[in-house]
């Protein structure tokens, strides 16, 4: 199966998967840069998650994988995703209905 493979902090990640995405995320948060080894299909997984700092090295390998690694945790499904974007649109549009910036009907 074809996938990737990704050495970050001096551990490298076999991940792969026979349909869906995976791959390295960066995200700036509070102040540090967050990476991750994570992928998506009808749920979403993370084999890594670590602070980069400069100077640290990541590199990534489009290869064949024989035995792709299990993900460190199953994050949430696709349903839950979905659950939790209505949570936080009742709560906005709760809050929006508050602050009389919309009416009932918007």
């Not at 792709?68 to 709560?91: G, R």
Request: glycine residues 8%; hydrophobic residues 35%.
């Amino acid at each position: 199966m074809k996938g990737l493979r990704i050495k970050v902090h001096g551990k490298l990640f076999d991940v792969a998967m026979p349909q869906g995405s995976c791959g390295i995320i960066t995200t700036w948060h509070h102040g540090q840069c967050e990476v991750s080894v994570s992928g998506a299909t009808d749920k979403f997984f993370s084999w890594y998650k670590g602070i980069l700092e400069p100077g640290d090295r990541c590199t990534v390998e489009f290869t064949d994988i024989k035995t792709p690694m299990l993900p460190e945790e199953v994050l949430f499904s696709k349903e839950e995703q979905i659950q939790n974007a209505k949570c936080t649109y009742d709560k906005l549009h709760k809050e929006l209905l508050e602050k009389g910036l919309i009416d009932e009907n918007e």
